[in-house]
């Protein structure tokens, strides 16, 4: 008897065993491989493979102007002044490739950049990548992932998760690429970086940043923590798994019951959402998830409802309505495009800029100059 006993006792963790070991084995492999992955530095060691090049907003009609534009082996400089004439002013550095890199890219997970600013804080950014979208009305060449830091003025490094970088909604909305899709970006795929000023609320003073060093970094912190926690798990599971099914069998139950009878008046569904969107509308964080859980509506059903009412998706059905009301601001009020932008919800003047051009087919400035003639 005791030495059933102490057969059933180890019965259920020898059988995991022989999950948990392969798994385990696999486990430390590729832990072992990511983690012999180098540093990938783009400046200063990769500069002969990159080209750097200064560029402004005059492209979209802006005044800034460039003081002084520094490349060294140790150091990227640029200072610059913004001024006013469009939304969100810029000035940055894009960072190129000159042909084609044979380094697996895709392996790394994390970009870091070593930099300073002085007289602000706020630094974009982006990664540029062809366009993925094959469809021939499509606008732009080149797909955008973007994120912004915020950077002191001593030398420090940021590091930045690839999956944090997101396609900014100006971009789909320009290209009509539906908000709710989610791409990332492939590394594999980048032709150019670009950093740049983010927003700063004053205008006409001298600013600058520096670089100091640009690297792609594999970082594997969370792949180890998954690893332990799936280990852990897929233990207690295939334990638990292997007693349950050598206690017990299992039988297919028919219940009868009568169903529930839901009754209700889909047109006060309807007016519900559009109200709720025509008095948050202003709320820049307006999204279907938020609607869903304040209206106890599903998600799938708010957007059938506003494609039924309105023929259009949930992202161009909120700028319809803020741009209704930022044409009632620009013609009865004195606000500035800036106030205005914030006002009806969106992030930035210079988003506002691109939604209200690609809807109305010209700037806020020139709607307001036109109906004050």
Not at 96 to 108: D, E, I, P, T
Not at 343 to 365: L, Q, W
Request: proline letters at 4%; one cysteine or more; glycine letters at 4%.
């Amino acid at each position: 008897m005791p030495n059933r006993s102490r057969k059933g006792t180890y019965k259920y963790p020898q059988k995991a065993l022989i999950i948990i070991l392969p798994t385990l084995i696999a486990g430390f492999i590729l832990n072992l491989y990511l983690s012999s992955i180098k540093d990938y530095t783009i400046f200063p060691l990769l500069s002969e493979k990159y080209e750097f090049v200064a560029y402004t907003d005059s492209s979209i009609g802006g005044n800034s102007t460039i003081i002084n534009h520094l490349l060294t082996d140790t150091v990227i400089k640029l200072e610059f002044i913004l001024k006013e004439g469009i939304p969100g002013p810029y000035i940055g550095i894009s960072i190129g490739l000159k042909h084609k890199s044979n380094c697996k890219l895709k392996l790394y997970n994390e970009l870091a950049i070593k930099m300073s600013a002085q007289r602000f804080n706020n630094v974009a950014i982006a990664l540029w990548e062809p366009n993925p979208y094959t469809d021939d009305s499509l606008i732009s060449e080149n797909i955008v992932f973007h994120q912004n830091i915020f950077v002191k003025s001593v030398a420090d490094y940021y590091h930045i998760k690839i999956d944090e970088f997101e396609v900014p909604t100006w971009w789909k909305e320009l290209n009509s690429i539906n908000n709710e899709i989610k791409v990332k970006p492939n590394l594999s795929k980048v032709t150019s970086i670009n950093i740049s000023n983010g927003y700063v609320p004053e205008k006409n003073k001298p600013i600058s940043f520096e670089i100091y060093e640009i690297k792609l970094v594999r970082n594997n912190k969370g792949l180890l923590a998954g690893t332990i926690i799936f280990l852990a798990l897929l233990s207690i599971i295939s334990v638990v798994g292997f007693y349950v099914v050598d206690k017990f069998k299992r039988e297919k139950v028919l219940i009868k019951y009568q169903p529930v009878e839901v009754k209700e008046n889909y047109h006060d569904i309807e007016d519900k959402v559009l109200d709720f969107i025509n008095n948050n509308f202003h709320d820049s964080n307006l999204s279907l998830k938020q609607i869903s859980e304040a209206l106890g509506v599903p998600e799938r059903r708010i957007t059938n409802i506003i494609y039924s009412k309105c023929n259009c998706n949930f992202r161009t059905y909120i700028n319809r309505v803020r741009m209704a009301e930022s044409k009632r601001l620009l013609s009865e009020t004195k606000l500035s495009v800036s106030e205005i932008a914030f006002a009806v919800g969106f992030n930035s003047p210079t988003h506002f800029n691109r939604v209200f051009k690609s809807i109305e087919k010209t700037s806020p400035t020139e709607y307001r100059n036109k109906i004050n003639r």
